[in-house]
């Protein structure tokens, strides 16, 4: 069981940047794929970036890519995603998830564990 639990949240002005912690508890975090979702007030789930265990492939959803950056820290059982150039169109609540394989994909139904979200709200 792995449980997973996000920070970093908080209000910023559009343009600037935040970067969001998860914090993963058991020894199998380094094996595990990693990703951030995101919601939206009103909108379903949305994929946001994936890496895989080792950090070796990333995948980014188009309307994020060159703005935010997906990392990992396997010796700290700790994903990051720095989120730069930020517009209020980024405003939602912010998900880690865990997938048991060393890499998935875009699909929220592929991961296994979930955090439980952290606010971002980008302000016009």
Request: hydrophobic share 35%; proline share 2%.
């Amino acid at each position: 069981q792995v449980q997973l639990v996000e920070s970093g949240g908080g209000l910023v002005q559009a343009g600037g940047s935040l970067r969001l912690s998860c914090a993963a508890s058991g020894r199998t975090f380094s094996t595990y794929a990693m990703a951030w979702f995101r919601q939206a007030p009103g909108k379903e789930r949305e994929f946001v970036a994936a890496i895989s265990w080792n950090g070796g492939t990333i995948y980014y959803a188009d309307h994020v890519k060159g703005r935010f950056t997906i990392s990992r820290d396997n010796a700290k059982n700790t994903e990051y995603l720095q989120m730069n150039s930020l517009k209020p169109e980024d405003t939602g609540v912010y998900y880690c998830a865990a997938n048991r394989s060393r890499m998935a994909g875009w699909v929220d139904d592929e991961y296994n564990y979930w955090g439980q979200g952290t606010q971002v709200t980008v302000s016009s």
